[in-house]
C-alpha cells in the first residue's frame, strides 16, 4: 500500500512474533518508540496491546482481523487435517530379526533350535492384534508385519518407545531388532524398513529405528530417539558432504547435534554419546571437518586425572 501511495517506509517499525509474546515487551516497544517521537500512531493485531496502549495515551488502533481470514485459517487447518488423517492410513512395513548365540550349539533339526523362532511368533501375533495388523514369518529368524503408519506412532507413543523389544529379549533371552519403513506403497515401505533394519542391527544403544518416507531416520525408540535424514536438498549440507566426503546423513546428524547443542563447544565424547557411534568414528569425521577448516580445537577438557586430555572443539557452520 504505502509502495503503491510513494509514501516512504523510512518511519515504520514493525515488530514481528509468531503466536507467542510477551505483552509487555510488545506494549514497551510501542510506547517507547512514541515517547522517543519516532512515531505518532500505533497499529497492533493484539488486542491487549491496544487496550494498554490507551491507557498510557498512546493513539493507536487494533487490527480487527477479516472474516476472511478467519474463514482461509479454517479452511487451512481443515486441509492439514485431512493430511494428517491421509498420513496416518500410509503403509507400514515392519521387519523383526531374532539372533539367538545359542543356535551354533544346536543341531538345525532339533527343537531346541526351532524354539526362539516359535515363542517369538506368539508374542509377535499378540503385538500385531492391538495395532491391527498382518504378520508373516519369512525365515527362521525373521518376521515381517503391515500396518499403518497412525497405529505405529500410537504403539511407540509418537516414535519414543517400543517395550515389546525388551519383552522380548527377556522373554527369549535373544537379541531383537526392529525395522518400519513408511512408504506410499509396500515395495518402497519395504525398501524403508530395510534401512531401518540395518539401523537397528547397527546401532549401539537402539534396537528399533523407524525410515520414513522422506527418508528420514527416527530413532533408536528406546534411547532419547533423534531424527536425520539420509538425503538432502540443503546446499549446504550438500556443499560440506561433497567437500569432506562426508555422507550427507552424517552431516545431517551433525547440524542436529550443533542444533541440540546450540552451536556450544564440545568434546568428540559428546558427539559419539549423540550419534551412538564409536569415538573413533567421530574423531574421523571430525578430522574430515578440521582439514577443510570447518571446525576448530579451542581447548582441552581432562575429566580424568589419568589419561590424555579430550580436545574441544568449535565447528564453523
Do not use: C
Not at 509487555?24 to 500512531?41: C, E, P, R
Not at 515395495?187 to 531401518?196: F, L
Not at 550438500?238 to 551433525?254: A, E, R
Not at 567421530?282 to 579430550?310: F, S, T
Amino acid at each position: 500500500v504505502f509502495d503503491e501511495l510513494d509514501i516512504s517506509k523510512d518511519s515504520l517499525f514493525v515488530k514481528e512474533y509468531e503466536g507467542n509474546y510477551n505483552l509487555d515487551s510488545l506494549v514497551a516497544f510501542h510506547y517507547n518508540l512514541w515517547k522517543q517521537g519516532k512515531v505518532d500512531f500505533v497499529l497492533t493485531s493484539v488486542e491487549a496491546v491496544y487496550v494498554k496502549l490507551n491507557e498510557l495515551g498512546v493513539k493507536s488502533m487494533h487490527i480487527i482481523k477479516p472474516q476472511k481470514n478467519i474463514s482461509d485459517a479454517l479452511d487451512r487447518a481443515i486441509d492439514q487435517g485431512k493430511i494428517r488423517n491421509s498420513k496416518k492410513a500410509q503403509i507400514v512395513v515392519g521387519l523383526v530379526t531374532i539372533e539367538d548365540s545359542s543356535y551354533s550349539l544346536h543341531n538345525a533339526e532339533s527343537e531346541l533350535h526351532h524354539l526362539p523362532s516359535m515363542k517369538a511368533y506368539q508374542i509377535l501375533k499378540e503385538f500385531v492384534k492391538k495395532i491391527n495388523a498382518s504378520l508373516l514369518q519369512l525365515e527362521e529368524n525373521q518376521f515381517i508385519l503391515y500396518a499403518t503408519r497412525g497405529a505405529i506412532e500410537s504403539i511407540t507413543n509418537g516414535y519414543s518407545e517400543l517395550p515389546i523389544v525388551a519383552e522380548m529379549e527377556k522373554s527369549l533371552e535373544v537379541s531383537v531388532s526392529f525395522g518400519f519403513g513408511f512408504g506410499l506403497t509396500t515395495k518402497e515401505a519395504q525398501e524403508n524398513a530395510n534401512i531401518a533394519l540395518y539401523h537397528s542391527k547397527n546401532s549401539v544403544q537402539g534396537k528399533a529405528y523407524v525410515v520414513t518416507d522422506k527418508k528420514v531416520v527416527i530413532g533408536p525408540l528406546d534411547s532419547q530417539p533423534q531424527q536425520y535424514a539420509l538425503r538432502s536438498m540443503d546446499e549446504d549440507i550438500l556443499s560440506i558432504s561433497k567437500k569432506t566426503g562426508i555422507s550427507v546423513s552424517n552431516v545431517s546428524k551433525i547440524v542436529e547435534f550443533l542444533n541440540f547443542h546450540n552451536f556450544n563447544h564440545f568434546s568428540a565424547n559428546d558427539l559419539s554419546d549423540y550419534l551412538h557411534l564409536s569415538k573413533r568414528s567421530a574423531e574421523r569425521m571430525l578430522k574430515k571437518l578440521l582439514d577443510h577448516h570447518l571446525a576448530q580445537i579451542v581447548g582441552e577438557e581432562q575429566p580424568y586425572q589419568k589419561g590424555r586430555p579430550r580436545s574441544i572443539y568449535k565447528v564453523n557452520f
